[in-house]
């Protein structure tokens, strides 16, 4: 079958589908959620199981999407996880084709179900984590559960889930400061780190420009201790800057989603927990797949829906138009 796949008015082709499978959370970071509060999506407008799996069916066997991450709110607490992994799997298998499954986690129980979900199929986890030392993480999550994330990535790595990937965000005045010792804690344990920027997604709209860690700072802090040097060009779809790390074979990524955007290569496209296809993190606006699929669309219509979602993405994020607006929903409602 000729696969029509998911090209913009730019061109640009999607074949990374972010899956959200929950807005919610076992921890509270500070960029992300309010200390308490926050609405919680109504049940019934989740997908089940069942048609998360069928949307997922639809991306890979119709649109050409070829990774599929799972991400949220927190992954690890959706119950029908392994399922929803072993069931995308197997539709993979099914239609021949090589698609590479990944979890965006903060690794709370990962310690318990890695194995599981390597059995499943899962392919590799990337582990939020901005701080070693438990103060700070309890500063930042408002939990007191660094032990719980440290075992989830060496269960991670020990089940096969690797390279295991680390994801870590400084906030000034806060771990701005940990930046060489984070990273030093990750070559220890073999985790590639890559440093996120934060971006204006908190679901209480407190980013502010100036207290934003740069790339080019997050860079300097790192040169503090290390000597970088970059490790690939051009950096393709990827929005991490590679850099080697005193000459050796180990990186560390840096990703500058604000001052150093990678929208003209982006590959993503996203689906919320509710059925919602967009076609950015910082879209206004969202098409809707449940609705039709609980009304009985073929796979074919729910296709050309999501080409439809698909073509008028913008050119850029253009969070420095002075115009920009942050997107009505959160971070966490739109899956990170
Ligand atoms: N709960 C999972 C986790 O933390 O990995 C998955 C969802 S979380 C929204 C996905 C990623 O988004 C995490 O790496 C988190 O650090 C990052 N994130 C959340 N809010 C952010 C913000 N305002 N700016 C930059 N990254 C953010
Ligand atoms: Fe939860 Fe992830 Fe948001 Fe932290 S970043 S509050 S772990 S969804």
Partial sequence: MQVQGLVDRYDRVATDLRVSLTDRCNLRCSYCMPAEGLDWMPTDDQLTDDEVVRLIGVAVGQLGVTEVRFTGGEPLVRRGLVDIVARTRALADELGLPVEQSLTTNALGLARTAG?????????????????????????????????????????????????????????????????????????????????????????????????????????????????????????????????????????????????????????????ADGQVRNCLFARTESDLRGPLRAGATDAELADRWRAAVRPKAAGHGIDDPTFLQPDRPMSAIGG
């Fill in 116 to 272: 599981t979900l390597a059995a499943a199929g899962l392919d590799r986890v990337n582990v939020s984590l901005d701080t070693v030392r438990p103060e700070t993480f309890a500063t930042i999550t408002r939990r007191d559960r660094l032990t719980d994330v440290v075992a989830g990535l060496e269960a991670a790595a020990a089940a096969g889930l690797g390279p295991v990937k680390v994801n870590a965000v400084l906030l000034r005045g806060v771990n701005d400061d940990q930046a060489a010792e984070m990273l030093a804690w990750c070559l220890e344990r073999d985790y590639q780190l890559r440093f996120i920027e934060q971006m204006p997604l908190d679901a209480q709209h407190g980013w502010s420009r100036e207290q934003m860690i740069t790339a080019d700072e997050i860079i300097e802090r790192l040169e503090a201790r290390f000597t970088l040097t970059p490790a690939r060009e051009p950096r393709g779809s990827a929005p991490a800057e590679l850099f080697r790390v005193d000459g050796g074979p180990a990186t560390v990524g840096v990703i500058g989603s604000v001052t150093r955007p990678f929208c003209g290569d982006c590959d993503r496209v996203r689906l919320t």
